[in-house]
């Protein structure tokens, strides 16, 4: 480990030792913080971590986020408005601030730190030492959410994680349950109420129960200076279907760890991705689904654009155990470059060790289609808005997967907006 | 309307017109006709400014102004429109959407307000009547997944809807049926008048049965060989383009 390294993995230490653990997060901390001091922050001698250097973020002298945080209200009233058809349960740097919704049809929140003890899943679906980001997140943790889903009747949750401090580090850990049977959509949600340096380094755990259905989006929209590390850690048992939407709009640095196991004979995973890298954006999405049983089914589906001098990468490893005979897996990452100096390194790997198995994958790298573009000109669009018009309609195969149509018309907008204000709408 | 003179042209290292004068006036049909890889869509993307060709030689002009000078989408906006041969099909985006925003690009450059989701709807379902339009085709990607028949008609759609001054059919008939032939035809007819001109490009007299032409002229080898009355069109069905290939020879 460098000197770098080795310094900001001390001043994170240190930062575990100046706030106490709340509520129930005791042990979690501590076994986070365990595993953290251990592991220390990886370089890219790091196979996981060849492409994706942590230097930037290490640089930062971070901070715990305060107990009272001065956010104007008009902020904070933005940040709770109910634009994907629900109220909004907010965080603001990584604490619990505003909405707590209940009831059919709402699902159930609950804020870890008012709660007294811990969920008996915190910690087990993503263990401390399966990743530095997630023992980080567990030795930092001063809030998150415990999400319910229960019964027949669709529930619709959003979770902001909003933030506002300048240097300030969030470690949020978000535990959902979805309960047999049951079926809705979780939508987590990152945002820079003003432009900062801010570190979310998000921890979700998601137990998809016997014959449940679990929409999980991922929004990541924070401002252009904001650090992002999101571990998701998924399990999905007999017959439950996981659907993942990780939208990534950028920031600094962005890496995205998914990691899914099917366990239960039947299950399914969608991963879908959208990354959109502009200006010197570092985004990396390693994903990972593991088939350990038969008769289980994945399909993902990454597609990323990048312009400017944005660096993508992309590891999709998919592992089908011994016992894992009749799986179906598909994986694909086309990529769109819109500029002669984005990079993109898209490396799949599928690891079989089942003989009767259905599986492929595929990756892409390419440019706008000239003969597209002229088409849409030809038909008197301009040139900047047919280009805008074709990525967009690159990334529309993702987008038009996301459960609630709305949903679908606000990130697309989000895309388009960004990539005009970087103005490489190329 | 558009006056075109000692036009030369390129594809990579290829020179593919030698030489083409061609001059029409406003509310003229004109005719081209010709063998395979004689120059027709060559003609039809230099005027529509497709940037895969190089002019070398010659000059176009459009009521006047230098054509060549202008961008593809300026051209559209001044009134130019070419139905293509091979409508490329655009995934992602809906047909819908691009037909909005083509007619409100066009739209502006003609000094007109822009038209809301509704005012386009009902414009757009009184022309998809024109040319027997299923309806289904307006939420899908462009020409994704379209049938030959079904890309054609778009063509004519999106014609109809911009309303050009002059317009280019690149073998707008090819691998349709007759009565494909006849509504595709239809739709055309609906923009004549004497203020539009057009440029049809064929391989077969057909069409011309359809759209009556004022002039048609022979181009082989990058060169109008002969022009004529619509009879000429006739008298090249019935005799073949060797006819035309040997009248070409120096
Ligand atoms: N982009 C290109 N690069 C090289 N050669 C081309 C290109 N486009 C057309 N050509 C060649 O130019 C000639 C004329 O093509 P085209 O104009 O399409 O003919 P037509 O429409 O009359 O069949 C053909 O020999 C064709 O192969
Ligand atoms: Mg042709």
């Given amino acids: 480990m460098s000197r770098i390294l080795e310094e900001a993995r001390d001043r994170f230490l240190a930062l575990a030792g100046e706030a106490p653990p709340a509520g129930g997060l005791a042990l979690l901390r501590e076994v986070g913080l365990e595993a953290f001091a251990e592991q220390g922050l990886p370089d890219t001698k790091q196979e996981e971590w060849r492409y994706t250097r942590l230097t930037p973020l290490a640089e930062i002298a971070w901070t715990n986020a305060p107990a009272a945080i001065g956010v104007k209200q008009s902020s904070l009233e933005a940040a709770a408005e109910p634009v994907f058809g629900c109220e909004p349960v907010v965080f603001v740097d990584g604490r619990h601030r505003a909405g707590l919704p209940g009831g059919a049809g709402a699902g159930e929140v609950a804020a870890l730190a008012e709660s007294a003890e811990a969920p008996a899943l915190l910690g087990t679906l993503a263990e401390a030492r399966s990743h530095p980001f997630v023992g980080l997140n567990g030795a930092l943790c001063q809030d998150g959410a415990r999400v319910t889903l229960r019964g027949e009747a669709p529930c619709l949750v959003h979770l902001v994680f909003a933030e506002a401090t300048e240097a300030a580090a969030s470690h949020p850990r978000v535990l959902i349950e979805a309960a047999p049977g049951s079926r809705g959509t979780v939508i987590v949600d990152h945002v820079s109420l003003e432009e900062t340096t801010h570190l979310a380094n998000a921890v979700l755990e998601v137990e998809v129960g016997a014959n449940a259905s679990l929409d999980l989006v991922v929004l990541q929209r924070q401002g252009k200076r904001s650090f992002h590390a999101g571990h998701v850690a998924g399990r999905v048992e007999r017959d439950g279907r996981l659907r993942t939407h990780t939208l990534t709009l950028g920031g600094a640095f962005v890496r995205n760890d998914l990691v899914v196991t099917l366990v239960g004979e039947g299950a399914e995973c969608a991963m879908k991705g959208l990354y959109l890298g502009t200006g010197e954006e570092l985004i990396d999405n390693h994903t990972w689904i593991d088939h350990s049983v038969p008769q289980c089914r994945s399909d993902e589906l990454y597609k990323g654009v990048l312009a400017g001098r944005s660096q993508g990468v992309f590891r999709g490893r998919v592992v089908v155990r011994p016992d894992a005979q009749k799986t179906e897996a598909q994986q694909s990452n086309p990529n769109l470059l819109l500029s002669d100096d984005a990079e993109i390194d898209s490396k799949p790997q599928l690891e079989i060790y089942a003989d009767d198995v259905k599986c492929s994958h595929g990756s892409a790298i390419g440019r706008l289609d000239p003969e597209a573009l002229f088409y849409l000109r030809s038909r008197g669009i301009d040139v900047d808005e047919a280009r805008a018009l074709l990525t967009r309609g690159f990334a529309g195969e993702v987008l038009a997967a996301l459960p609630e149509p709305t949903l679908a018309e606000a990130v697309g907008a989000l895309f388009s907006e960004r990539l005009e204000r970087a103005g490489e709408s190329p | ?250």
Avoid: C
């Fill in chain 2, 1 to 250: 309307m558009l006056e075109i003179k000692n036009l030369h042209a390129r594809a990579g290292d290829a020179l593919i017109l030698k030489g083409i004068d061609l001059s029409i006036g406003a509310g003229e049909v004109h005719a081209i006709m010709g063998p395979n890889g004689s120059g027709k869509s060559t003609l039809a993307g230099v005027l529509s400014g497709r940037p895969s060709f190089e002019v070398t030689e010659g000059s176009v002009l459009y009521r006047g102004e230098d054509l060549l000078a202008m961008e593809p989408e300026d051209r559209a906006r001044a009134g130019i429109f070419q139905a293509f041969q091979y409508p490329v099909e655009i995934p992602g985006v809906t047909n819908n959407y691009f037909l909005k925003a083509s007619l409100n690009a066009i739209r502006t450059a003609r000094g007109e307000d822009e038209l809301d989701a509704m005012d386009f709807l009902s414009v757009v379902r009184e022309k998809m009547k024109i040319v027997e339009m299923p309806k289904d085709l307006m939420g899908r990607s462009i020409n994704e997944g379209f049938s030959g028949g079904e890309k054609k008609r778009n063509e004519v759609l999106q014609m109809l809807l911009l309303e050009p001054s002059f317009m280019v059919l690149d073998e707008t008939d090819s691998g349709l049926d007759i009565d494909a032939l006849r509504v595709v035809a239809n739709g055309v007819n609906h923009l004549r008048s004497p203020e539009r001109s057009m440029l049809v490009i064929t391989h077969y007299q057909r069409l011309l049965d359809y759209i009556v032409p004022d002039v048609v002229h022979v181009l082989s080898e990058g060169r109008i060989v002969r022009s004529g009355g619509k009879e000429l069109a006739l008298e090249l069905e019935e005799k073949g383009y060797g006819w035309i290939e040997g009248a070409a020879a120096p």
